[in-house]
């Protein structure tokens, strides 16, 4: 299939939204950083994830540019009940990372965040990539490689190892990921033609709201056309058990 079939009407690329999950301290927001702005130091400014963000970042696949809508939230028990359903809502695509050098951040994998994912998404349709960060810290290694092929065995998942730090590893995590987002989407539209609806959806899904996104409104409208090119950030804040947008070209949530 050619690259030109897989953008939207507009000849933009597509826009999938993906979102970070695991522990606190783990490296989510490092890693994210260290994505959208490689040249920046591993210890630049940041900000403990109070609530939700998200960037947008431009990236390849086998099947042309996409654009990717990460989202970054807190690891923090008190908040994450309540902002999930918000979290996930369009989410094509999840990172759930753990540090090699902390047993217990790869444990929650299975005692909690997978659980949260099957409660709050359609966890089938999610594709999914377990990442090992903090690779730089090999002599403190507490999860073996092979511990964590065998959970991606047992949940359907491709794994990776990452160092935030070294930058070892983080293009390809978030290329893999897209990548399968992409070709699932590609797959789910040559059916739609097949079968006669034709027209090409965003990327498959509850889309709703076809009007285009990423350069502003609602962050959680992944179906459109990505907007302009370059990339984005936003927050959305969590304000008495409430989600409202807030900064950047977030928008209201509309969640
Ligand atoms: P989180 O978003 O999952 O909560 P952060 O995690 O990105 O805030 O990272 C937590 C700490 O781990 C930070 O250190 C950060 O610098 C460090 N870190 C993240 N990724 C790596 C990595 O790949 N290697 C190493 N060695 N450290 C990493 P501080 O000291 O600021 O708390
Ligand atoms: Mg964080």
Redesign the pocket.
């Known amino acids: 299939m050619s690259g030109r079939a897989t953008s939207t009407p507009g000849g933009k690329p597509p826009l999938y939204k993906i979102v ?1 999950l ?10 994210v ?1 260290r994505l959208t702005n490689p040249d920046r130091p ?2 630049h400014d ?1 900000s ?2 109070m609530g939700i963000e998200f960037d947008t970042q431009m990236l390849d696949t086998p099947q042309g540019k996409v654009k990717a809508q990460i989202w ?1 939230t ?2 923090q028990e008190r908040f994450a009940r309540v902002l999930l359903p918000t979290y996930f809502r369009k989410a094509k695509g999840v990172i759930l ?1 753990y ?1 090699i050098t902390n047993a217990k951040s790869f444990e929650s994998l299975s005692e909690r965040w997978m659980a949260q994912l099957n409660d709050h998404s359609n966890a089938d349709e999610l594709a999914k990539l377990l990442v090992g ?5 090999e002599a403190s290694r507490e999860v073996t490689k092979e511990k964590a092929i065998s959970f991606c065995q047992e949940y359907g998942m491709e794994f990776l190892e ?5 930058g070892d590893n983080v293009l390809p995590a978030f290329e893999k990921l897209i990548g399968i987002v992409h070709d699932r989407a590609l797959n789910a539209q040559s059916k739609n033609k097949a079968s006669g609806h034709g027209g090409i959806k965003g990327v498959g899904g509850n889309n709703q709201n076809k009007s285009g996104g990423g350069g502003g409104g609602d962050p959680n409208n992944t179906s459109g056309s990505s907007g302009g090119g370059g990339s984005g950030s936003g927050t959305v804040k969590l304000e008495d058990g409430n989600t409202s947008g807030e900064g950047g070209d977030s928008g209201a949530c509309g969640c």
């Open positions: 970070m695991g522990d606190s301290g783990v490296g989510k927001t490092s890693l950083a591993l210890n940041i403990a994830t970054d807190a690891g990372v540090d960060n903090k690779s730089d810290l990452t160092s935030a730090k070294s």
